[in-house]
Structure formats: C-alpha cells, structure tokens
T-cell receptor
Framework: SQQGEEDPQALSIQEGENATMNCSYK?????LQWYRQNSGRGLVHLIL?????REKHSGRLRVTLDTSKKSSSLLITASRAADTASYFC????????????FGTGTRLTVIP | DAEITQSPRHKITETGRQVTLACHQT?????MFWYRQDLGHGLRLIHY???????NKGEVSDGYSVSRSNTEDLPLTLESAASSQTSVYFC??????????FGPGTRLTVL
C-alpha cells in the first residue's frame, strides 16, 4: 500500500501549547498535503508542500518535508480548542495518476 | 459558491440490496473520487474518474461500481450490499492533484 502513516494516532494538549504530528510515506512523491477533519464532516485541505520544498508556513501552521527520510511534520502553534479535529497527510506519488493516498490520521484534542 | 454534495447523508439497508450513493459537484472539476473511511484504515480509494465516460478502480473496488455520464455527478453503486460495506463514504473532486474538495459524507449501515 502507498498509504502514509501518521504518528501519534492521538494527541491531547492544553490550549496555547504547540501540537506536532508526523507523517511517513513509502514512495517518491510530487507533493504532500495535510487535511483536517472535524467530527462528522468531510476533509478540508490545509496546506501543500512540494517535493522540492523543505518548509512551508500558513498562519499558525508549519509543515516540513524530508524526502530523504520520506517524512513530513505538521506543527500547529498556539493551539486553540477549535483546532480539535483529526489531521491526515496525503501524498501525491510520482505515478502520473491524479490520485492522493491518505494516512490513517492523528486525532488532536485541545483542552481549553 | 461552488460545492460538492452527497445524498443521502444516512442510509440503512439490508444485506443483498443494491444501493446507490449520489455525489454532485458544481466546481466543474474533471477528477472525482469515492473513498470509504473506517476506523484504523483512514481513507481508502474505491473508484475514481478523470472525466466523462472515464472510470478507474481504486484500492478497494470489489463490490462497488461507478459511472460518469456528465461532469457534475459520480454515483457509487453497491451491487449487493454486504455487512463489510458498512462505513462512511466520502466523495471528492479536484482539478489536479493540488487540492481535493470533499463532500460531507454518507453514513451507510448494512444490516
């Protein structure tokens, strides 16, 4: 399977703390994306990092990519209760297909 | 505003029945996808389409079929529903591989 794996599976932090989630994958990629899913809802795209990039920022989000280790991390700074959700990484492998492969997700709980 | 919708949002059916889940997008995207989401498995790709009359099998396509007669719709059919197909189903669309836009999901229970 080309599916990625997130680590940890679940994370619980206090409001104001930083949250870090990791993603490992198996194949060469064009880009890696992070998505957020609130309970009972569809996934929402957060940020994309291309294979030739090492770090990207968007508001309180910071994503890093290490293609040599086939891994990525998502950092959410100054977390808020509203950040409570599941976070998924998705990889666009270098197969020529327009498909993404999603990981199993990290469940983040931010305690007010 | 453009959107992607799914219907029904909840469905209970019996083993052996045929079930069709609807997906409709107004983004005018060529690419459409069906996933199922189960605890411990994340999202798994069932079928996908890159345009009208194009359909392709994903990772877990057995027991499912799709058809693409227009740009806006990609219905998912369970030919003979099985209890193992109890899941939450998500439809998504995209223009390329940069971003997929997801529908709200359909919770299907097969008794």
């Amino acid at each position: 399977s080309q599916q990625g794996e997130e680590d940890p599976q679940a994370l619980s932090i206090q409001e104001g703390e930083n949250a870090t989630m990791n993603c490992s994958y198996k194949t060469s990629i064009n880009n890696l994306q992070w998505y957020r899913q609130n309970s009972g809802r569809g996934l929402v795209h957060l940020i994309l990092i291309r294979s030739n990039e090492r770090e990207k920022h968007s508001g309180r989000l910071r994503v890093t990519l290490d293609t040599s280790k086939k891994s990525s991390s998502l950092l959410i700074t100054a977390s808020r209760a509203a950040d409570t959700a599941s976070y998924f990484c998705a990889t666009d492998p270098q197969t020529g297909a327009n498909n993404l492969f999603f990981g199993t997700g990290t469940r983040l709980t931010v305690i007010p | 505003d453009a959107e992607i919708t799914q219907s029904p949002r909840h469905k209970i059916t019996e083993t052996g029945r045929q079930v069709t889940l609807a997906c409709h997008q107004t983004w005018n995207h060529n690419n459409m996808f069906w996933y199922r989401q189960d605890l411990g498995h994340g999202l798994r790709l069932i079928h996908y389409s890159y345009g009208v009359q194009d359909t392709n099998k994903g990772e877990v396509s057995d027991g499912y079929s799709v058809s693409r007669s227009n740009t806006e719709d990609l219905p998912l059919t369970l030919e003979s529903a099985a209890s193992s197909q109890t899941s939450v189903y998500f439809c998504a669309s995209s223009e390329d591989t940069d971003t997929q836009y997801f529908g709200p999901g359909t919770r299907l229970t097969v008794l």
